[in-house]
């Protein structure tokens, strides 16, 4: 059968650009549209200019050559008149100049010399800026005797130009590092404050550390973020340590008894068990097994609270027996349990229950000031000897502190491994 179940796209992972390498080239692209656009416009504003200058500076050039050659042109004196041209070429700025007759001859001419390739380059751009020549008549008592013709000369307006788009294009590169230099000020403000907030948050996420703070950031909005950032952090920690303490609380309530503050039932059963793993080699072990005589009756005569004054009296008197790692539990009840830490013989878990039973001697004070005479009785069960397992050995302690009960309480009573037999007192 065809499997029709749609599997989703793995997205792959990559390469991601990171916040200020984004920032950067926005920031250079918008600063090289700015400063381009600028400079184009202003080297078309200074071409025009330059060539409106060099018009009209062409337009008082033809006006002087007018002037100085009107009388070479009344006396016919072609050589004069191309003196006067010579003259004015040498402080003048123009490409070619003629002279011509009414009837349109050359009366005279001269031209710009062309030396080299720079020269060619100035006729070229001569002819692009001035494509028709500046003409003006020569006037003398109000007839016409003749005209000037003038063309521009380009190699000077070429230079003038490759000036002024030299040091325009030097203006606009400074102009461009510093509108970048204060933008990658202000990026790294943003980038700063960003970081920071995204590293705190890696670090509260892969390791819970809410105890990090944001340090606070130069931009409103960013600063913001951050306080709003920290308050959330402060109220996860006390949220967090609320928990460790509820945790604490209920761990420690799961596994102790309320009323005398031993470990409870569930701690003892566990800690049995865990001698008993398979895994490990058998321990020696010692169970007592520990029952208040006549508990029922101090309940019922004194009342509940006696009881309870009673049980945690036995509670710490008990506790004060112990050697570091044994384990005194309340099973429940008037029942106690006392694991005797491995490498125990049977003499020394006897010493043990003799002990218990000497402190145990010493009347209980109740909290009218009272006192009250309270016994004991005490089974005590061996592993591996007599139990192979925390349920057996349990049970064997619990048979034992029947018989103690039985021959008289306040006694001890080792486990036989034998079934039970009724033992009357004396
Ligand atoms: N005051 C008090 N009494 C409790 C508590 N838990 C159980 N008891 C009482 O303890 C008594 C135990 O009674 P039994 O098991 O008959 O024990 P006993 O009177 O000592 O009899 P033997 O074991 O044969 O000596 C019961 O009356 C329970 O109600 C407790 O936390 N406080």
């Given at each position: 059968m065809e499997n029709n179940i749609p599997v989703p796209d793995v997205e792959q992972p990559r390469q991601r650009k990171t916040l200020g390498a984004a920032l950067n080239r926005i920031h250079v692209i918008v600063i090289l549209t700015a400063i381009g656009l600028a400079g184009f416009l202003l080297i078309m504003l200074a071409l025009l200019a330059l060539r409106s200058h060099a018009e009209s500076n062409l337009q008082l050039t033809a006006r002087a050559i007018s002037y100085t050659t009107e009388a070479a042109l009344v006396f016919n004196d072609a050589s004069a008149a191309h003196d006067s041209l010579v003259f004015i070429a040498d402080r003048g700025d123009f490409a070619q100049a003629k002279i011509l007759t009414p009837a349109g001859n050359t009366f005279t001419e001269w031209q710009h010399p062309v030396a080299g390739n720079w020269d060619k380059l100035g006729q070229f751009v001569g002819h692009l800026a001035f494509p028709d020549p500046v003409t003006l008549p020569v006037i003398h008592s109000g007839s016409v005797i003749g005209t000037v013709w003038l063309t521009g000369n380009g190699t000077s307006l070429l230079g003038f130009l490759l000036e002024t788009v030299l040091s325009l294009l030097g203006c606009l590169v400074l102009t461009a590092l510093v509108a970048l230099y204060f933008s990658r000020r202000m990026q790294k403000g943003i980038v700063d404050a960003l970081g920071h907030i995204t590293r705190v948050t890696h670090e509260v996420s892969a390791n819970r550390s809410f105890t990090l703070r944001v340090p606070s950031a130069p931009i409103a909005e960013l600063h913001t973020l951050s306080q709003d950032f920290n308050s959330l952090l402060t109220e996860l920690?006390?949220?967090?340590?609320?928990?460790?303490?509820?945790?604490?609380?209920?761990?420690?309530?799961?596994?102790?008894?309320?009323?005398?503050?031993?470990?409870?039932?569930?701690?003892?059963i566990d800690t049995l068990n865990q001698c008993f793993n398979p895994m490990r080699p058998p321990l020696s072990l010692a169970l007592l097994f520990i029952d208040v005589?006549?508990?029922?009756?101090?309940?019922?005569?004194?009342?509940?609270?006696?009881?309870?004054?009673?049980?945690?009296?036995?509670?710490?008197?008990l506790s004060k027996t112990l050697r570091e790692g044994d384990v005194l539990a309340r099973l429940g009840g008037d029942e106690f349990a006392i694991l005797l830490d491995p490498m125990i013989s049977t003499a020394e878990s006897v010493a043990f229950a003799e002990r218990i039973?000497?402190?145990?001697?010493?009347?209980?004070?109740?909290?009218?000031?009272?006192?009250?005479?309270?016994?004991?009785?005490?089974?005590?069960?061996?592993?591996?000897?007599?139990?192979?397992?925390?349920?057996?050995?349990?049970?064997?302690?619990?048979?034992?502190?029947?018989?103690?009960?039985?021959?008289?309480?306040?006694?001890?009573?080792?486990?036989?491994?034998?079934p039970l037999t009724v033992v009357t007192k004396d």
């Open positions: 920690e006390a949220w967090e340590n609320h928990m460790k303490n509820e945790n604490v609380s209920l761990t420690k309530k799961a596994l102790h008894d309320g009323l005398t503050g031993l470990h409870n039932r569930a701690f003892f005589d006549n508990f029922k009756e101090i309940n019922d005569s004194l009342g509940h609270a006696a009881g309870d004054r009673v049980l945690m009296v036995i509670g710490e008197r039973v000497e402190i145990m001697k010493t009347p209980v004070i109740l909290l009218n000031n009272k006192t009250l005479d309270v016994s004991l009785s005490i089974g005590i069960a061996l592993s591996p000897s007599q139990a192979n397992s925390a349920k057996e050995l349990l049970e064997k302690a619990d048979e034992a502190m029947y018989r103690s009960k039985k021959i008289s309480g306040s006694c001890w009573h080792v486990s036989t491994g034998m």
